[in-house]
């Protein structure tokens, strides 16, 4: 069964950096576009950031909340693992995070959004609070 895995949530305090991961251990993510996704509480889904197969190409999602500079994706696919940095942590950005996927690199999907990945992890709750 195709899943993702996330790890690295916590309880931090504002300021503070986290580093999340993506992983999968049934099957490689060599050929796979990764998007992380959040949602805080009472929220819908928001996309965040996306990376297709190679790393190559980066993608920041469309929305207001995203400030890019804060939100760091990279991929090392000799750990078959991609990584979600985030920087400065603010309470808002409490929320479960997940990774999702598609097996289609290195094409990846125009838009970044939760819409455009069928495989999905189980999340990993990050909450930021002093």
């Known amino acids: 069964q195709l899943q993702l895995v996330e790890s690295g949530g916590g309880l931090v305090r504002p300021g503070e950096s986290l580093r999340l991961s993506c992983s999968a251990s049934?099957?490689?993510?060599?050929?796979?576009?990764i998007g992380w996704i959040r949602q805080a509480p009472g929220k819908e889904l928001e996309g965040l950031v996306c990376?297709?197969?190679?790393?190559?190409?980066?993608?920041?999602?469309d929305s207001d909340v995203t400030e890019k500079g804060r939100f760091t994706v990279f991929r090392d696919n000799t750990k078959n693992t991609v990584y979600l940095q985030i920087d400065s942590l603010k309470p808002e950005d409490t929320a479960v995070y997940y990774c999702?996927?598609?097996?289609?690199?290195?094409?990846?999907?125009?838009?970044?959004?939760?819409?455009?990945?069928?495989?999905w992890g189980q999340g990993t709750q990050v909450t930021v609070s002093a």
């Open positions: 999702a996927g598609d097996g289609g690199g290195p094409f990846m999907m125009p838009f970044c959004s939760p819409l455009e990945y069928p495989i």
């Open positions: 990376i297709n197969s190679t790393g190559g190409h980066i993608k920041y999602a």
């Open positions: 049934a099957f490689s993510l060599e050929y796979w576009n």
